[in-house]
């Protein structure tokens, strides 16, 4: 497995403002994702960060409100941008074992709570 | 649109019990079926099933799929207090995403 480590693990903002989680994988992996849950919800896949190109979102997700890098394969950034209080999550990244197709090891998690 | 349905949402138990976690799932281009287990934060991988019939067991803890009915199912036996958390499973695909259900809540009493 890998080692996940999130900055920051958590933080209060105002509304409007803007935060950047960043994401470090202790090994070089091909596969980082992020995820939100929403309180008392399940995780819901934002995007793939792909390494030397742009994310991949998913259906209810633009990159003007989550911009994500990638810019090498240990590394990742996730930024939730104009954020309101429905912002209010806890954000996670993942990464999937390389050669073991569809199994991701979690990060710690960024609760993010916005006023 | 992928979609995995877990069942129950909820369920209290005494220590010792033995409970079932359903989880069924319309996943396109499917590969494999994973559960994890949170507790506070980040979900912890229990199981990844690829093929079915196969139980997977790890300690109290076993899981087995079923490719053909799209169903499956984590075991957990003589339960303990520690066991109380969400269990989650989800769909993965052959590009690599995972769609999650809404997860069971378990809580064990002593």
């Known amino acids: 497995s890998a080692v996940i480590s999130q900055k920051p693990s958590r933080d209060i903002c105002q509304r409007g403002t803007s935060l950047t989680i960043q994401c470090q994988v202790d090994?070089?992996?091909?596969?980082m994702f992020w995820y939100r849950q929403q309180p008392g919800q399940s995780l819901t896949l934002i995007a793939t960060?792909?390494?030397?190109?742009?994310?991949?979102?998913e259906s209810g997700f633009v990159i003007d409100k989550f911009p994500i890098s990638r810019p090498n394969l240990t590394f990742s950034t996730l930024t939730v941008s104009n954020m309101s209080p429905e912002d209010s999550s806890i954000y996670l990244c993942s990464v999937e074992v390389p050669t073991r197709y569809n199994e991701q090891f979690f990060g710690p998690g960024t609760r993010l709570t916005v006023l | 649109e992928d979609k995995v349905v877990q069942s129950p949402l909820s369920l209290v138990v005494h220590e010792g019990d033995t409970v079932t976690l359903n989880c069924s799932y319309e996943?396109?281009?499917?590969?494999?079926l994973l559960w994890y287990k949170q507790e506070k934060k980040a979900p912890t991988f229990l199981f990844m099933l690829?093929?079915?019939?196969i139980e997977k067991k790890s300690g109290r803890l076993s899981s087995i799929l079923d490719k053909k009915e799209l169903f499956s199912i984590l075991n957990i036996t003589a339960t303990q207090t520690g066991d109380s958390a969400v269990y989650l499973c989800a769909g993965g695909t052959s590009y690599g995403k995972l769609t999650f259900g809404q997860g069971t809540i378990l809580t064990v009493h002593p």
């Open positions: 090994s070089q992996v091909t596969m």
């Open positions: 960060a792909n390494q030397g190109s742009e994310a991949t979102y």
């Open positions: 996943v396109t281009n499917f590969r494999s």
């Open positions: 690829t093929s079915s019939g």
